[in-house]
Nanobody, 130 residues
Framework: QVQLVESGGGSVQAGGSLRLSCSVL????????MAWFRQAPGKEREGVAA???????GYKSTVKGRFTISQDNAKGTLYLQMNSLKPEDTAMYYC????????????????????????WGVGTQVTVSS
């Protein structure tokens, strides 16, 4: 059974950093695009970063240069390093796996469509205070 378990959220002041982790259990995620999404209260879920099995990455424009997505296949873990955090980054953050086994640079273009991702973690809260 596929399981995604996020950790690493918390509360920080603006300008601070956090590293989110997502343990991928129950399958080998090679060949699938993995991504981080976030959802703030009253807003739609939006993709912030994605990575394919060749470690090609894509980012939402407002986080580019501040967030870095990576994966450690040996540990079965996806990461999101978040630096220079801003209050508008406050949200619940989710890791997700694309439903179909597919690769291609066009699949890393933003905005990502949450409907194309069939597996989700329960999320970890990130709160950034000004």
């Amino acid at each position: 059974q596929v399981q995604l378990v996020e950790s690493g959220g918390g509360s920080v002041q603006a300008g601070g950093s956090l590293r989110l982790s997502c343990s991928v259990l129950g399958y080998d995620y090679s060949g699938y695009i993995m991504a981080w999404f976030r959802q703030a209260p009253g807003k739609e879920r939006e993709g912030v970063a994605a990575i394919d099995c060749q470690r090609t990455t894509g980012y939402k424009s407002t986080v580019k240069g501040r967030f870095t997505i990576s994966q450690d296949n040996a540990k079965g873990t996806l990461y999101l390093q978040m630096n220079s955090l801003k209050p508008e980054d406050t949200a619940m953050y989710y890791c997700a796996r694309r439903s179909e086994r597919a690769q291609g640079w066009w699949l890393l273009l933003f905005p990502l469509d949450p409907a194309e991702f069939g597996y989700w973690g329960v999320g970890t809260q990130v709160t950034v205070s000004s």
